[in-house]
C-alpha cells in the first residue's frame, strides 16, 4: 500500500520556518506500507524558508499580502500525479497548514485562529478519492492498514 506523507512530518526541514515536524509515530508504519514524501509548497515552486502563508476567499497570500495560489495550485497539481503514479489511496497530511490541512485550517487573518475547511492539496486529493489523515489521527489509519493487509 502506497501512502503520500506531507514531508515535514518524516522530518524534511521543508516548512516555511525551515525546520521540519518529526512525528515518531509514522517509524512503526515502517515495513507494513511505502511512505511517499511530498511537500506541494517546494513543488509548487516556493522558497524554503518562506514567509507564512494562509488562505482567503480560496486564494493564497503570504503574510506580506502576496499572492501564492499559483504556486499552491502548481504544488497540488504537482502531488496529485504523484498520487497518480504510486497509486495512492490514502495520505498523511500535516493538520492546519494551508495547503495539507484537512477539516480545519487558519482563517487568513495570520491571528492563529483556526476555521473549517481545507488545504488547498488535502481538498484536491480528497475529491479524487484519497482518503487524508493527519498525525492526529494515525490510529484510524492504522486500523484501515489492517483491514487491507
Ligand atoms: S506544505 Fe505540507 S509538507 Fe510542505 S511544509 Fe507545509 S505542511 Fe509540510
Redesign the pocket.
Known amino acids: 500500500m502506497n501512502i503520500l506523507v506531507?514531508?515535514?512530518?518524516l522530518g524534511l526541514n521543508?516548512?516555511?520556518s525551515g525546520d521540519g515536524?518529526y512525528i515518531k509515530e509514522l517509524e512503526e508504519l515502517k515495513g507494513k506500507v511505502h511512505l511517499i514524501p511530498?511537500?506541494?509548497?517546494?513543488l509548487g515552486g516556493l522558497p524554503t524558508p518562506r514567509n507564512p502563508v494562509e488562505l482567503k476567499l480560496g486564494k493564497a497570500f503570504d503574510k506580506e499580502g502576496r499572492d501564492c495560489t499559483e504556486q499552491f495550485c502548481k504544488?497540488a497539481e504537482e502531488v496529485c500525479k504523484l498520487a497518480e503514479y504510486f497509486e495512492c489511496t490514502a495520505a498523511i497530511?500535516?493538520a492546519n497548514?494551508p495547503?495539507?490541512g484537512y477539516g480545519q485550517i487558519y482563517d487568513g487573518s495570520f491571528q492563529g485562529k483556526l476555521i473549517q475547511g481545507n488545504?488547498m492539496?488535502a481538498e484536491i486529493l480528497a475529491k479524487r478519492g484519497v482518503k487524508i489523515f493527519s498525525e492526529k489521527n494515525l490510529e484510524e489509519l492504522k486500523v484501515c492498514i489492517d483491514e487491507e493487509s
Not at 6 to 9: F, G, N, P, V
Not at 38 to 42: I, L, R, Y
Open positions: 506531507s514531508a515535514c512530518l521543508c516548512r516555511y515536524k511530498v511537500c506541494p509548497e517546494q504544488g497530511l500535516k497548514s495547503s495539507c488545504g492539496t
